[in-house]
């Protein structure tokens, strides 16, 4: 079992930076891919990046975020972040992170995640 919590979320202005950390219980963490999602209003869930667990720590970033959007993992506090730089209105969403042991195809899917967190929200507007 595995329980999330984001936090992090704000208003920013375009261009701006935030960072949205994920903090996470059980002895199990590491074990975990932890993926960011996002959803804006009137849009469907959208894979933003991941982190592999169980030592693999690769990252994967969806098209619209990479070279923006950063992921850090701190198996030792049990916390993954998502640096956000450069940010856009079209960032705006609640931003959810997620756990789970997905395949690689199911990686960038809701369905391969388990674990889910309540979300926090995230407004770029001048």
């Known amino acids: 079992q595995v329980q999330l919590v984001e936090s992090g979320g704000g208003l920013v202005q375009p261009g701006g930076s935030l960072r949205l950390s994920c903090a996470a219980s059980g002895r199990t963490f590491s074990r975990y891919t932890i993926g960011w999602f996002r959803q804006a209003p009137g849009k469907e869930r959208e894979f933003v990046g991941a982190v592999r667990g169980s030592g693999g720590n690769t990252y994967h970033y969806a098209d619209s975020v990479k070279g923006r959007f950063t992921i850090f993992r701190d198996n030792a506090k049990n916390t993954v972040t998502l640096q956000m730089n450069r940010l856009s209105p079209e960032d705006t969403a609640l931003y959810y992170c997620?756990?789970?042991?997905?395949?690689?195809?199911?990686?960038?899917?809701?369905?391969?995640?388990?674990?889910w967190g309540q979300g926090t929200q995230v407004t770029v507007s001048s």
């Open positions: 997620a756990a789970g042991q997905p395949i690689l195809s199911r990686l960038r899917t809701e369905e391969g995640y388990t674990y």
